[in-house]
């Protein structure tokens, strides 16, 4: 088992900058490739940044492109997502998920999944 636990979620003005924290517990951290998810009321949860074991290679939403970094300190057992430019068209509950390869990350097919953050972005 590994436990997924979020932070760093919070209410902020659009331009601002957030970063979101996800610290494991359990089976071996580098094991897994993580990612981050969001979803928005009424929509369906959307990937939006991914990140291979070694952290050698990301993968990033469209819609957050240029904006947003997703990186991972190994040692610390935790992956991060740097927001920048936020929009309120970010807001969402932001959740962290662990899989076995960025590939099954990215589909959404994750082994394990934390409890969700919330961010707010206010016009």
């Known amino acids: 088992q590994v436990q997924l636990v979020e932070s760093g979620g919070g209410l902020v003005q659009a331009g601002g900058s957030l970063r979101l924290s996800c610290a494991a517990s359990g089976r071996t951290f580098s094991n897994y490739a993580m990612g981050w998810f969001r979803q928005a009321p009424g929509k369906e949860r959307e990937i939006v940044a991914a990140?291979?074991?070694?952290?050698?290679?990301?993968y990033y939403a469209d819609s957050v492109k240029g904006r947003f970094t997703i990186s991972r300190d190994n040692a610390k057992d935790t992956v991060y997502l740097q927001m920048n430019s936020l929009k309120p068209e970010d807001t969402a509950v932001y959740y962290c998920?662990?899989?076995?390869?960025?590939?099954?990350?990215?589909?959404?097919?994750?082994?394990?999944w934390g409890q969700g953050t919330q961010v707010t972005v206010s016009s």
């Open positions: 990140i291979t074991r070694s952290g050698s290679s990301t």
């Open positions: 998920a662990a899989g076995r390869s960025l590939g099954v990350v990215v589909g959404g097919s994750n082994d394990y």
